[in-house]
């Protein structure tokens, strides 16, 4: 049974988690540590288990293995520094850092140490998102021109976001930097290697920082990516298109529809809706996977890494207003 240290209950997911780990039937939750004493009292008291108010004591206890991190952003690096010392296993919210500095000094930390280290990508694991990646990857598409994705909800405009949410100091950024990063991982993962990238963000609700933002990222290839996010946005499925020389992709919700050259057909237009693929484990069962049992961790070190460049060129690209070259 894997002990596994719930670091937090900032992040809105931190609760799903630790239900997880909790639902797992190899992990349990075995203590929490807060940066606010008291919500971790009290999560820790609902949990049914310890709360350790002193982060370095806790990664001596001998009932924790591994730790969940659910702290501010901007906590990560010195945080993850310690636990991965400390020979603790790491699953972390997204983003990994707020630099890509930051990230390397926990690479290091972590290849060092020989702990697994994981992010969670859980937009990674869908049917509809398996089948892009392995429509661009077989060429079923041709050469890929343009992907563009749209990911959306109301929590700023509603208010059911906490207030800390648009703290810029300990989040690093709004939309983009939260919901943003489901469309700017896919974009990678999709896409390959970036060289340059525009960002326009915007503040409808007062906040100081985004809460509606489009990055436009060129990538290697020749392709593009338009990373679209908002917290005002109302009734918005997640959509994605994908363009290609031989195809192409759309994508609404769970429902995808493929159009290829030279399959036309009066009867639909050209459209088919093909058979997906079976989804991926959630992030947290492939950590557990990884950590127990050896399996491959699929979006580790590197691609936090490339999550966070993504980020800091964006807001880079919008606090100066032009492309920044990668």
Not at 103 to 122: L, R, W, Y
Request: hydrophobic residues 40%.
């Amino acid at each position: 049974m894997l002990k596994v240290a719930m670091i937090s209950k900032w992040h809105v997911h931190a609760e799903g988690y630790a239900k997880e780990i909790n639902a797992s039937g190899d992990a349990c939750v075995s203590c929490v540590w807060d940066e606010i004493p008291e919500r971790g009292k009290k999560w820790a008291q609902e949990l049914g288990v310890p709360f350790e108010k002193d982060y370095d004591a806790l990664l001596k206890r001998d009932d924790v293995d591994a730790v969940l991190f659910c702290t501010p952003t901007n906590m990560h690096k010195e945080l993850m520094i310690k636990a991965a010392k400390a020979k603790k296993h790491i699953f972390t919210e997204k983003v990994m850092c707020l630099t890509v500095k930051d990230c390397d000094e926990v690479i290091q930390a972590v290849k060092e140490n020989g702990v697994i280290f994981t992010i969670s990508f859980p937009h990674r694991i869908t049917p509809e998102n398996l089948f892009i990646k392995n429509a661009i990857d077989s060429g079923m598409l041709g050469k890929v021109t343009l992907f563009r994705v749209r990911n959306c909800h109301n929590g700023a405009l509603a208010n059911w976001l906490p207030d800390y949410w648009y703290d810029p100091e300990t989040t690093g950024g709004g939309a983009m930097m939260d919901l943003g990063a489901h469309p700017m991982y896919l974009s990678r993962w999709f896409l390959g290697k970036p060289n340059r990238i525009q960002s326009t963000f915007s503040f409808h609700t007062g906040r100081q920082v985004d809460d509606d933002a489009i990055s436009v990222i060129g990538f290697e290839s020749g392709a593009v990516a338009i990373s679209e996010t908002s917290l005002v946005s109302p009734l918005t499925p997640k959509m994605m298109e994908v363009y290609g020389t031989n195809g192409v992709i759309l994508c609404q919700g769970k429902t995808l529809k493929m159009k290829l050259v030279g399959l036309e057909s009066k009867d639909n237009d050209g459209w088919i809706e093909p058979k997906l693929p079976a989804a991926d484990p959630m992030p947290i069962r492939q950590w557990l996977n990884s950590v127990l049992y050896g399996a491959p961790v699929k979006y580790g070190l590197e691609e936090g890494r490339q999550l966070t460049e993504l980020m800091e060129n964006a807001y880079k690209a919008h606090e100066l207003k032009k492309e920044i070259q990668f």
